[in-house]
């Protein structure tokens, strides 16, 4: 079973910026295409970016033109470059599969990401 370790998170002023990342165990992670989500507290957990085996990336409309989502296959790694966040991104963020694999590995623990001055 893949786990999955996310790091990055913590407390910015809006308008700041995070990078955060996703450790996957074992090399299967380069064989799949492989997401971003997101869970404010009181919603329910929500597509926010993936991106496929090739590189072709996809952004959910309310973070298009501020997020980034790349991945380094030689490192088992997923990354999310978020700038300009707003306090509506204020979530508990967590990587896995895309949405288009129809199944998710075991959820990591997610980490929090707080935009508020």
């Known amino acids: 079973q893949v786990q999955l370790v996310e790091s990055g998170g913590g407390l910015v002023q809006p308008g700041g910026s995070l990078r955060l990342s996703c450790a996957a165990s074992g090399s299967i992670f380069t064989f799949n295409p492989m997401a971003w989500y997101r869970q404010a507290p009181g919603k329910q957990r929500e597509f926010v970016a993936s991106?496929?085996?090739?590189?072709?990336?996809d952004y959910t409309d309310s973070v298009k033109g501020r997020f980034a989502i790349s991945r380094d296959n030689g490192k088992n790694t997923l990354y999310l470059q978020m700038n300009s966040l707003k306090p509506e991104d204020t979530a508990v963020y967590y990587c896995?599969?895309?949405?288009?694999?129809?199944?998710?590995?075991?959820w990591g623990q997610g980490t929090q990401v707080t935009a508020s001055s």
């Open positions: 896995n599969l895309a949405p288009m694999r129809g199944q998710y590995w075991s």
């Open positions: 991106i496929t085996i090739g590189g072709r990336t």
